[in-house]
Structures are given as structure tokens and as C-alpha cells.
């Protein structure tokens, strides 16, 4: 099966500049989740959806981030404006539950956004 | 809360000895804890988890995982390490939904260097 994939691989943008980030989850996972590695540390949570609608979006840093999931299958993430601390490395990752099945997160290979 | 700590930025090991990284975990009920490497310029992997049953979880690559539930411990291990083994790894503890999957919460990893 194709795995998550993500677009772009880098991205080089201006202060002030908007950007929008694409994620296509695995094919039939409900679940998607968002996150980012900024400057060498831990990778931080952003947001959860579960199809279409977001389950968790408490570690979306502020209002200049937007992301959605119409239709459920693939998301964006969309910076604007960006700000030179948002510079970093953007993780989607995708699963499919079944009660508390834990299944593992599938992760794409990430969108490494430099703000200049 | 839920959080995991990895004390150890950095890890050296010479090929074929054994190898530890380290991770300690808080939850606040069942700990549902993971752990991911991630290759350069790559996404993270999965390698194997931890939900109940045996303390002695295997996974792929050959690592394996020790819960200790008094010292609230999961260290990753290797009895022979190979220097294709090189890269970022990351503990993860889980917040689980029934149904819903739910977010990782990961430590700020550990760079694992094999030398010759």
C-alpha cells in the first residue's frame, strides 16, 4: 500500500509569505494528525482529525495556522502569515482504529519549512 | 499531564556491543508507550510498542523494549548494534480514545551513533 505522503518536501518562504502544506493520509484511515519539530526539539503535537472533523486541536500554536480535511481524506495545513519561528519540520501521520486497538501512526516524510 | 523524557540527547556505541536509550515515562492511568526511529530525511518509524502483557516487548530490526512499571522506565535495546542502527530515536507515550485513535506525546529523542 502507498504510504503518507506529503507535499512539498522543503519549502523556502519570506516572512509574511503564506504557505500551505499537503498531506494524503493512507488510503481509509479515519485518523490524521498533524505535527512539527522546530530547531532540534521534541516533535510537538498540532492537531487530530478523525475523518472531517477535528478531534484534538489544542497544540495548534496560534491563529495564523488553519488546517482542514474536507471530505475527509487528504488535509492541508496552511501558515499565514508565516513568522520566522514557524520554521521547522512538518509531520502528517495517519491510522485506522478499532476500539482501543493502538495502532501504530503511519508517518509521511515530512514538509521542512524554512521563514526567512 | 502525560509526558515522556529521554535524558540522553546522544548515545555512542561501538558496533556489536549492546546498546540502551533510555526513556522514562508519566501517565496518569495505563501507559500506552512506543517507540519510533527516524532515518534522515526521512519520516519516523515505528518500532514496536508497549500496551499490556509481557514487559519484554519485541519489535523490528531486532530492538527490543523493557516496561518497568515501579521505575516507570521503557528503554529501547539492541544486544548487537550495527551502524546502519545511526539515526533519531523517539519514545512516545499515547492518549487513547476508544475509537478515535488519539495523539503521541513524544520525548525530544536521542541521536544513536554506531561506530566501527
Known amino acids: 500500500e502507498a504510504g503518507v505522503t506529503q507535499f512539498p518536501s522543503h519549502s523556502v518562504i519570506e516572512k509574511g509569505q503564506t504557505v500551505t502544506l499537503r498531506c494524503d493520509p493512507i488510503?481509509?484511515?479515519?485518523?490524521l494528525y498533524w505535527y512539527r519539530r522546530v530547531m532540534g526539539k521534541e516533535i510537538k503535537f498540532l492537531l487530530h482529525?478523525?475523518?472531517?472533523?477535528?478531534?484534538?486541536e489544542s497544540g495548534m500554536p496560534n491563529n495564523r495556522f488553519l488546517a482542514e480535511r474536507t471530505g475527509g481524506t487528504y488535509s492541508t495545513l496552511k501558515v499565514q502569515p508565516a513568522e520566522l519561528e514557524d520554521s521547522g519540520v512538518y509531520f502528517c501521520?495517519?491510522?485506522?482504529?478499532?476500539?482501543?486497538?493502538?495502532?501504530?501512526?503511519?508517518f509521511g516524510n515530512g514538509t521542512r519549512l524554512t521563514v526567512t | 499531564a502525560q509526558s515522556v523524557a529521554q535524558p540522553e540527547d546522544q548515545v555512542n556505541v561501538a558496533e556489536g556491543n549492546p546498546l540502551t536509550v533510555k526513556c522514562t515515562y508519566s501517565v496518569s492511568g495505563n501507559p500506552y508507550l512506543f517507540w519510533y526511529v527516524q532515518y534522515p530525511n526521512r519520516g519516523l518509524q515505528f518500532l514496536l510498542k508497549?500496551?499490556?502483557?509481557?514487559?519484554l516487548v519485541k519489535g523490528s530490526y531486532g530492538f527490543e523494549a523493557e516496561f518497568n512499571k515501579s521505575q516507570t522506565s521503557f528503554h529501547l535495546k539492541k544486544p548487537s548494534a550495527l551502524v546502519s542502527d545511526s539515526a533519531l530515536y523517539f519514545c512516545?507515550?499515547?492518549?487513547?480514545?476508544?475509537?478515535?485513535?488519539?495523539?503521541?506525546?513524544f520525548g525530544q529523542g536521542t541521536e544513536l551513533s554506531v561506530k566501527p
Open positions: 508497549y500496551i499490556t502483557g509481557d514487559n
Open positions: 501521520a495517519s491510522s485506522q482504529e478499532r476500539g482501543f486497538s493502538n495502532s501504530p501512526l503511519h
Open positions: 488510503s481509509g484511515h479515519d485518523n
Open positions: 512516545a507515550v499515547r492518549d487513547v480514545i476508544y475509537n478515535q485513535g488519539g495523539k503521541l506525546i
Open positions: 482529525f478523525v475523518k472531517e472533523s477535528k478531534q484534538d
